[in-house]
């Protein structure tokens, strides 16, 4: 069985510009939440996928908006990256969107905002 | 903000059980609590949950006080590749029917040889 996967693993974008963000769930999984990880703080919880349809949002501006596809895969999209938006982003993968539902998390996706 | 506190950091000598508290005196009912790891800002890696009753997995134990204001996550014989940030976690309602994961500062166990 496939865990979580992301991609890509590393990458350098310059304030202002755009990033796609990747994430494939865990096979049988079709909620997907994504979190942002700054560096020496816990992960922050930015917004939640559940068949195909957002459901659930942290304290993040709207130029972070995500996807999901019928494949449950799913994707984050940061517009106009400033300094701060320098981080690991993470994704994780559950079975479905109730409280007792395990989130399992991918390797993540470093970005640095130059 | 999280509802737990945990404290920022513990030593635990090799092949002796460790002991994380943590608390959480504003937790509602039906909120579970959660706790995983990270190594190394790799992803976070799931140990346990419980809502009310104790739990045991092969991973670890989480004893949860009756009152639910506090647990104790117990990993029977520590290794050094048990030292990592662990978070005790409380996952609250996020809307429409979802919850997430509210992680605070987490306690950075560190196993000593």
């Known amino acids: 069985e496939t865990g979580v996967t992301q991609s890509p693993t590393h990458l350098i974008k310059t304030r202002g510009q755009q990033v796609t963000l990747r994430c494939s769930s865990q096979?049988?999984?079709?909620?997907v939440s994504w979190y942002q990880q700054a560096l020496g703080q816990g992960p922050q919880f930015i917004f939640q996928?559940?068949?195909?349809?957002?459901?659930g949002r942290g304290n993040f501006p709207p130029r972070f908006s995500g996807l999901q596809f019928p494949n449950y895969s799913s994707e984050l999209n940061v517009n106009a990256l400033e300094l701060d938006d320098s981080a690991l982003y993470l994704c994780?993968?559950?079975?479905?969107?109730?409280?007792?539902?395990?989130?399992?998390f991918g390797p993540g996706t470093r970005l640095l905002v130059l | 903000d999280a509802k737990t506190t945990q404290p920022p950091s513990m030593d635990c000598a090799e092949g002796r059980a460790a002991n994380l508290p943590c608390n959480h005196s504003?937790?509602?009912?039906?909120?579970?609590v959660y706790w995983y790891r990270q190594i190394h800002s790799q992803g976070p890696q799931y140990i346990i949950h419980?809502?009310?009753n104790n739990e045991t997995n092969e991973m670890a134990s989480l004893i949860i006080t009756e009152d639910r204001k506090s647990s104790t996550l117990i990993l029977p014989h520590a290794t050094l590749r048990d030292t990592a940030v662990y978070y005790c976690?409380?996952?609250?309602?996020?809307?429409?029917?979802?919850?997430?994961?509210?992680f605070g500062k987490g306690t950075k166990l560190s196993v000593i040889p």
């Open positions: 994780a993968s559950s079975l479905g969107q109730g409280a007792g539902e395990t989130q399992y």
């Open positions: 096979s049988g999984h079709n909620t």
């Open positions: 996928y559940y068949r195909e349809e957002e459901n």
């Open positions: 504003t937790i509602s009912g039906n909120e579970y």
């Open positions: 419980g809502l009310k």
């Open positions: 976690i409380a996952k609250t309602y996020s809307g429409a029917g979802s919850y997430q994961l509210t």
